[in-house]
Nanobody
Framework: VQLQASGGGLVQAGGSLSLSCAASGSSFSTKIMGWYRQAPGKERELVAKILLDGSTNYADSVKGRFTISGDSAKNTVYLQMNSLQPEDTGVYYC?????????WGEGTLVTVSS
């Protein structure tokens, strides 16, 4: 199973970006999908997570600005990021639990300039 993320880039503070992550190579549906990020010099942290029943969980720092959504039939997870701030800069990693195995994408860089 491979996860391919896309949508990162450079944006000014206050702007928006949309990330997507599609899994390929599995005939099973995704159970849990999420996004983590790692800022320079910091540990990787959870940004948002969505379960098969549609319930979501967000880091306090992104609540009200980011929205996670997913299509379990397509094994694809999305992250809409609005009102981006310089502290949102980092490498964003997608993760999907498929057939009880946790898979990770390689990461996509998001840079927010002030």
């Amino acid at each position: 199973v491979q996860l391919q993320a896309s949508g990162g880039g450079l944006v000014q503070a206050g702007g928006s970006l949309s990330l997507s992550c599609a899994a390929s190579g599995s005939s099973f549906s995704t159970k849990i999908m999420g996004w983590y990020r790692q800022a320079p010099g910091k540990e990787r942290e959870l940004v948002a997570k969505i379960l098969l029943d549609g319930s979501t969980n967000y880091a306090d720092s992104v609540k009200g600005r980011f929205t996670i959504s997913g299509d379990s039939a397509k094994n694809t997870v999305y992250l809409q990021m609005n009102s981006l701030q310089p502290e949102d800069t980092g490498v964003y990693y997608c993760t999907q639990v498929i057939a009880w195995v946790d898979y990770w994408g390689e990461g996509t860089l998001v840079t927010v300039s002030s």
